[in-house]
């Protein structure tokens, strides 16, 4: 049986690693080529980078940082960020990106999920969903950064974009990220039973235990988790850390049970 | 200077397979031209995306005859990656188009089965079925990455190099005399793929 992949997100602010909480207050994390190779000796299962202002500012990938980021990973990697076209897409695949993780311009124009599924393969194709929870009312999937609420269901938006060529589904809940506090597992579920690609669960994880609920309870495919592999400590000191393989093997175990 | 080359025809994950062989100090360069593989001691394979598109791809760019007079003729040795390992085989599940043929055999898709999602995305321990050597000198059972929804399947059982388990074992690698394909990312896959790339770099077949 496979096992559940674990995977550190990234985010790039300029030619910076930072890391934030609820999608705010940017804190310098380091220096990404250099940070990419930490986690490259750390042997982790694979890495997503999100350029986390692209959208934001109307621009496409730096494909000059990325190429540079790229030669220094041997395992696979996701990028994310101000990807419209299939041609950036294409050009990211020729650089030695695994995978393109599609947001905003997904929810704009729908079918660049199929173009690039059709042109790459469904594997090579990440949906990534923002869900901000309101008070009342229910769920809503938020574009650009989480600074622009659509009027879309995180539910039935996962399963078109899976329709439409997705081969995964990043699901970010905007209310835990940065905030360790554990993910939602109520979503992750809802999202997972209703698809039949796998869901990386994401936003809130502090611990291997938050991995085991989610992979459990939540019944997602892999976990990704920022804060919890940048920093130590009650003070958020930045340090570089990775579960050695021997937990996560445990890990794996624990999760076949589901 | 002997070079592998990565035959470049506009469907391949070049980069990454580059890369990983300047990790391990074997020269390659992309192949995009008769003479690169003509110059080439061994000839690397990538294929990413739909079987179609990379037999249409690969018949389209020219460069076929060229890595077919490499491979039987010359008989260099030859490692096809993911969709260039499935290329390998005489057809796919996937497309209409023939495989190239020089292993017998189809990629079939993984079977629907309730609770085995589809792509198989992750890592998975491989065991040689074969004492070949791409997969000689690992000190552990070796894990790579995966991301696939096809597999080979061999005709004859004799050119399978390993199989791998997705809630039930499937082919992951196959041989054929100086042949060999990987349904898995050795370029993707740390210290393993870097093993493998090293094996590939001094796999003598005909020795």
Redesign the interface.
């Known amino acids: 049986m496979i096992r559940p992949r674990v995977i550190p997100t990234l985010l790039l602010k300029g030619r910076g690693l930072y890391k934030t909480v609820k999608f705010a207050d940017p804190k310098y994390i380091g220096d990404p080529i250099n940070t990419m190779r930490i986690f490259n000796d750390k042997e982790v299962d694979e890495i997503a980078v999100l350029d986390i202002t692209a959208s934001r500012e109307g621009r496409g990938p730096d494909m000059d940082q990325i190429a540079e980021i790229v030669s220094e990973c041997f395992m696979p990697l996701a990028y994310g960020g101000g990807i419209t076209r299939l041609d950036q897409a294409m050009a990211l695949f020729q650089a030695g990106v695994e995978k393109v993780i599609l947001n905003s311009a997904a929810v704009e124009r729908p079918e660049l999920i199929t173009e690039i599924s059709k042109a790459a393969g469904a594997q090579a194709v990440v949906v990534a969903i923002d869900v901000k929870k309101p008070l009342i009312g229910g769920a809503k999937v938020y574009t650009h950064g989480a600074t622009r609420k659509t009027a879309l269901d995180p539910l039935s938006w996962a399963q078109e974009a899976q329709k439409r060529g997705a081969g995964e589904i990043l699901l970010t809940s905007v209310d835990r990220e940065g905030t360790m506090s554990g993910y939602d597992i109520t979503l992750t579920k809802a999202v997972s039973e209703a698809l039949t690609i796998p869901v990386i669960a994401c936003g809130g994880a502090a611990s291997l235990l938050d991995f085991a609920a989610v992979l459990k309870d939540g019944q997602a495919s892999a976990v990704a988790a920022g804060s919890m592999f940048v920093f130590q400590g009650p003070h958020r000191a930045v340090l570089i850390s990775y579960p050695a393989r021997a937990e996560l093997k445990r890990l794996a175990e624990d999760a076949k049970g589901q | 200077m002997s070079y592998v080359a990565v035959i470049d025809y506009g469907a391949g994950?070049?980069?990454?397979v580059l890369?990983?062989f300047k990790?391990v100090n074997v020269p390659a360069q992309a192949a995009a031209t008769a003479s690169s593989i003509e110059g080439a001691s061994r000839i690397l394979l990538p294929g990413?995306?739909?079987f179609d598109?990379c037999m249409h791809a690969f018949d389209t760019s020219g460069l076929r005859p060229a890595v077919e007079h490499a491979v039987h003729a010359a008989k260099k040795p030859l490692l096809g990656i993911c969709v260039g390992q499935q290329m390998l085989l005489e057809g796919s599940d996937e497309g209409e188009l023939p495989g190239l043929g020089w292993v017998r055999g189809r990629v079939r898709r993984f079977a629907d089965m309730p609770g085995r999602?589809?792509?198989?995305?992750?890592?998975?321990e491989v065991h040689s079925t074969a004492q070949h050597p791409l997969l000689a000198g690992f000190d552990e059972t070796p894990t790579f990455?995966f991301?696939?929804?096809y597999h080979p399947e061999c005709a004859d059982p004799t050119n399978i190099m390993a199989t791998a388990?997705?809630?039930g074992a499937f082919t992951c690698a196959v041989r054929a005399g100086n042949i060999a394909g990987v349904q898995f990312?050795p370029?993707?896959?740390?210290?393993y793929?870097?093993k493998l790339f090293t094996n590939f770099a001094g796999w003598n077949p005909q020795a």
């Open positions: 994950n070049i980069g990454s890369n990983m990790k990413v995306g739909a598109h999602r589809i792509p198989h995305m992750g890592w998975t990455y991301v696939h929804s388990d997705y809630d990312h370029e993707k896959s740390h210290r793929g870097m």
